[in-house]
């Protein structure tokens, strides 16, 4: 009765389109050998919600979860190119400050070279 199967589009809250666009602008100066891209990503015990919905055409899908706080493992990984994979970090718990500095120190800027060659270009995503 005017419900479509729908899956739930996440957005970022925090994109600013012009932002963006002016992001794009300024990487797209280095080949992209140059480029090695580092993330963070993280697990902990909370069930993942549901992907597909129902609703009214022409509204989203909204679901809300309760919050879980339970054991965490967090994990940064840098990527190039050319090597894929080049160095990885796993912990219990977040990264702080000090460990993510550790990482960069111990583990990743062994693998880059200096500008201008190929891994010479760190990007984080997300870094303010």
């Not at 993942?48 to 979860?65: I, P, Q, S, T």
């Not at 894929?84 to 796993?90: D, H």
């Not at 460990?99 to 070279?113: E, I, R, S, W, Y």
Request: hydrophobic fraction near 40%; aromatic fraction near 10%; proline fraction near 5%.
């Amino acid at each position: 009765a005017g419900l479509n199967l729908k899956h739930v589009q996440k957005l970022a809250s925090k994109m600013k389109p012009l932002v963006h666009a002016g992001f794009i602008c300024r990487i797209s100066q280095y080949p992209a050998h140059y480029l090695v891209a580092l993330d963070e990503v993280s697990k902990d015990n909370r069930t993942y919600a549901h992907l597909w919905g129902r609703a009214f055409c022409g509204e989203r899908v909204e679901k809300h979860n309760p919050f879980v706080q339970k054991e965490r493992f967090s994990m940064l990984g840098a990527m190039a190119l050319d090597e894929g994979i080049i160095a990885t970090q796993v912990i219990e718990g977040s990264f702080t400050c000090e460990l993510f500095l550790g990482f960069l120190h111990d583990d990743l800027l062994p693998c880059t070279n200096p500008y201008p060659a190929p891994q010479s270009v760190i990007v984080l995503n997300n870094a303010h």
